[in-house]
């Protein structure tokens, strides 16, 4: 098993961009799904961990507390 290095409000990088051309999303609820918001147009989408962790491409900045 991999260790999981994302955590809530961390900003990540999909693999494919959001129809607005923007592909900056942070991550706003974590748990059995994950929920990510655009940071371009504040689209929120919600998708299963597994989903999201074979969409992720890289994390661009971790929250810090």
């Known amino acids: 098993m991999t260790i999981k290095a994302y955590d809530k409000f961390d900003l990540v990088e999909m693999k494919k961009p959001h129809a607005c051309g923007a592909n900056e999303w942070q991550i706003i609820r974590m748990g059995m799904d994950i929920r ?11 998708m299963t961990r597994r989903d999201f962790e074979k969409k992720m491409k890289k994390i661009i900045k971790q929250h810090q507390d």
Not at 36 to 46: F, L, R
């Open 36 to 46: 990510i918001q655009c940071q371009q147009c504040d689209h929120i989408v919600t």
